[in-house]
C-alpha cells in the first residue's frame, strides 16, 4: 500500500502591536532559535522563521489534522511568552490580533526559506507596508460575494 504524502506549506506573517520596532536583532537572533527548536518539539513543523523589528514571518508545515487557527494562536502566545520572559524588553510586548497567511507550493520551499534568511537585508529598503502590497499584488482575485 502506498503512503500518504501531503504538503501544507504555509507562509505565515504576524505583526507586533502598532507595528512598533520592538524586535531588536539581538532578540530575533534568541528568538529564532528558541522557537524552532520549541515548535518542533510541539510537534510543529517550523523549516524558517525571518523578520523585522515590526513582524516575523513563519514558514510553516501542517499535519492534515491542524488546524491553521490554532497554530498561529500557539505560534502568538508561546512566543509571547518567551518574549515576556525573556525580559529582553523594557516594555510590555502583544502581537496584532490578526494575521496574514499564504499557502505556499513545495515547488517555492527554497525560495521560501531563502526570502525569509533574507528579511534584514529586504526591510533595509522596504517596509512592511511595501512588502505587503507586492504580496497582495501577487495573489488570485476571488469574488467573495
Known amino acids: ?16 502591536e502598532g507595528r512598533k520596532p520592538m524586535l531588536k536583532p539581538s532578540l530575533r ?8 527548536k520549541h515548535a518542533n518539539e510541539k510537534g ?6 525571518g523578520g523585522a523589528a515590526d513582524h516575523v ?8 489534522a491542524q488546524n491553521l487557527l490554532q497554530v498561529v494562536k500557539w505560534l ?10 525573556s525580559k529582553l524588553l523594557t516594555e510590555p ?10 499557502s505556499v507550493s513545495p515547488s517555492n520551499y527554497t525560495q521560501t526559506i531563502e526570502y525569509l534568511a533574507k528579511q ?18 501577487n495573489r488570485i482575485k476571488i469574488d467573495e460575494s
Open 93 to 102: 510586548f502583544h502581537w496584532e490580533s490578526d494575521y496574514r497567511a499564504f
Open 120 to 137: 534584514d537585508e529586504f526591510h533595509q529598503q522596504k517596509t512592511l507596508e511595501q512588502e505587503l502590497e507586492l504580496i497582495d499584488k
Open 76 to 85: 502568538k502566545e508561546e512566543s509571547h511568552r518567551f518574549i515576556d520572559d
Open 1 to 16: 500500500m502506498s503512503e500518504n504524502k501531503v504538503y501544507i506549506f504555509l507562509h505565515v506573517i504576524v505583526e507586533v
Open 44 to 49: 510543529y513543523r517550523i523549516h524558517s522563521v
Open 57 to 64: 514571518h513563519f514558514f510553516i508545515q501542517l499535519h492534515p
Open 29 to 36: 537572533a534568541v528568538y529564532y532559535a528558541w522557537f524552532k
